[in-house]
């Protein structure tokens, strides 16, 4: 794969690459619209990546090619780049060089062929991957010396300030500092973290991602106005952020706000505790106990937050009627993927029932797979 990548790069750009670095996409076991609220997230990073095969050009010009790509050359000045310029799948990338060089960062041009396995649109951080494997490779060929997590944020206002969706940091987070064999639990104010281990083989589990097939994008409006109303309501209660509200006080706070707020906060708040609970179990050695969390978490992302649709309720559905422990969709939503925790046992039959289900229904064959806990993003050859 690694020499593939480097022969490819040859034909596009001439000459040898540098390296080789890679990033992988994400699902969340649980703390869906917390980040953007203070609040916890425990995600996990899958073995599928962006991988970056990359050079240094001393003319401060960028050229870019994509193997998922139209098969042209993005070729442009690092000079005057501007939030804006770029409206392709480039302006991920392009956003990262954007971002290092706004922030002081001595960074200058790059040859880049980029090749990835996450899949696009399915609610699985894409875009995190290719944001953070070229943030990585930019790190080691102008010898910046930054820490996974100043590369996470530098990835996130890329695709805040340059890209233009107001996302939070849990997905770059996730793509840059997940480690093998273990969930991400963050706390996304202090960006305090903690790799809990989650060993679903020992457990006799399997974490089941079913791709709907839904396109998800988060760049429509939807997504930013769920922040704006989370973070009204935080203002309303006069909190820093909905991270500061107790369950024990969310009746009532919820008192205090007009009704369309209301859904919203109680499913931040509740949404905060599950991921709590969670790593509580873990710490515990109880994977097995996560199952019902999860359902919840999905009922409240479906009833309250309402960012589910009639593909990823099907799927939770289907799933834990054909037993899975648990099920709920996974990412932003409007489409995207579902996360099943399932026995090692069970997970054709599982798939088969979601499979049968889509069909029943009339949807478009969903796409699903296991998935391993695996590791950020790093350089591979
Ligand atoms: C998207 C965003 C994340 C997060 C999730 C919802 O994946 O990029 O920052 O807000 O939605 O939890």
Known sequence: MIDEAATTFEAVHGGRP???WAAPGRVNLIGEHTDYNDGFVLPVALPHTTRVTARRRED???????????????????????????????GYPVGVFWALADAGHPVGGADLFIDSDVPAGAGLSSSAALECATAAALNDLYELGLAAPELALLAQRAENAFVGVPCGAMDQMASACCTDGAALFLDTRTLEQRHVPLDLAAAGLRL???????????????????????????????????????????????????GELRPLVRHVVTENRRVLETVERLDRGGIAALGPILTAGHASLRDDFRVSCAETDLAVEAA????????????????????????????????????????????AAPVAFTAVPSAGARRVA
């Open 320 to 363: 834990v009627a054909a037993g899975a422990l648990g099920a709920r969709m996974t990412g932003g939503g409007f489409g995207g993927s579902v996360i099943a925790l399932v026995a090692a046992g069970d997970v054709t039959a599982v798939s088969d029932a979601v499979r049968s289900a889509f069909g029943s229904a009339g949807f």
């Open 60 to 90: 401060g010009r960028l050229r870019l090619y994509s193997a998922q790509g139209d098969g042209t050359i993005t070729d442009l000045s690092l000079d005057g780049l501007t939030p804006g310029v770029v409206a392709s799948w480039a």
């Open 18 to 20: 540098t390296g080789v």
């Open 208 to 258: 089941l991602v079913i791709d709907t097939r839904v396109k998800h994008d988060l760049g429509d409006g939807a997504y930013a106005a769920l922040r704006a109303g989370c973070e009204r309501a935080a203002e309303l209660l006069g909190l820093p952020a909905l991270r500061d509200l107790a369950v024990a006080d969310l009746a009532p706070a919820l008192d205090r706000l007009p």
